[in-house]
């Protein structure tokens, strides 16, 4: 089904055919933007209308603080801390300098501070963590380097009731 009307007129006789010019009734685009739009909020992803992803470009330098729900991808330079209800990605060439607290955090880039209670952390080859982590579990690939403490693979109830006989204590 075609959205324009098509008219065909015989080229003359020795000269190649030229293609009709698109006129606004051979315009493959609705003249209402009504249909437009509803067609671009089927084509568009469940998730980027719930949650999205923020991207912080790479020649980009910010002091402060990320907070809220969603997916962050930070490429460029971050100071502050990080507490999101998401995945937090710091691309190679990326640096954050402060605490975080996200779902899943990726490190391909650098990231100076501490990460706390991640389901999952996967540092990627190049990554550089100097901080503490703790995890649900931690991937670490070849050629990533990280100076700190990590903790990963113990639920809080279980590391609670393991602390006193740990210590000592006997209870």
Same mark, same amino acid.
């Given at each position: 089904?075609?959205?324009?009307?098509?008219?065909s007129t015989p080229a003359p006789a020795g000269s190649a055919a030229i293609p009709p010019a698109i006129s606004p009734e051979?315009?493959?685009?609705?003249?209402?933007?009504?249909?437009?739009?509803?067609?671009?909020?089927?084509?568009?992803?469940?998730?980027?209308?719930?949650?999205? &992803?923020?991207?912080?470009?790479?020649?980009?330098?910010?002091? !402060?603080? /990320?907070?809220? =729900?969603?997916?962050?991808? *930070?490429? +460029?330079?971050?100071?502050?801390?990080?507490?999101?209800?998401?995945?937090?990605?710091?691309?190679?060439?990326?640096?954050?300098?402060?605490?975080?607290?996200?779902?899943?955090?990726?490190?391909?880039?650098?990231?100076?501070?501490?990460?706390?209670?991640?389901?999952?952390?996967?540092?990627? &080859?190049?990554?550089?963590?100097?901080?503490?982590?703790?995890? !649900?579990? /931690?991937?670490? =690939?070849?050629?990533?380097? *990280?100076? +700190?403490?990590?903790?990963?693979?113990?639920?809080?109830?279980?590391?609670?009731?393991?602390?006193?006989?740990?210590?000592?204590?006997?209870?």
């Amino acid at each position: 089904m075609a959205l324009w009307k098509e008219t065909s007129t015989p080229a003359p006789a020795g000269s190649a055919a030229i293609p009709p010019a698109i006129s606004p009734e051979r315009s493959p685009v609705p003249a209402s933007p009504e249909p437009l739009s509803a067609t671009v909020a089927l084509r568009r992803p469940k998730e980027r209308i719930e949650g999205g &992803e923020s991207v912080i470009a790479a020649n980009l330098s910010i002091d !402060g603080k /990320i907070e809220g =729900a969603g997916n962050v991808k *930070m490429a +460029g330079r971050f100071k502050g801390d990080v507490r999101i209800d998401g995945n937090f990605n710091i691309e190679p060439g990326a640096t954050v300098t402060g605490q975080v607290l996200a779902a899943v955090v990726l490190v391909g880039g650098e990231l100076q501070g501490n990460i706390e209670s991640a389901k999952r952390v996967d540092v990627l &080859e190049g990554g550089v963590i100097v901080g503490d982590v703790k995890a !649900g579990s /931690i991937t670490v =690939a070849a050629g990533s380097r *990280m100076r +700190g403490h990590v903790e990963f693979g113990w639920d809080d109830e279980k590391v609670s009731k393991l602390e006193p006989s740990r210590l000592g204590d006997g209870k």
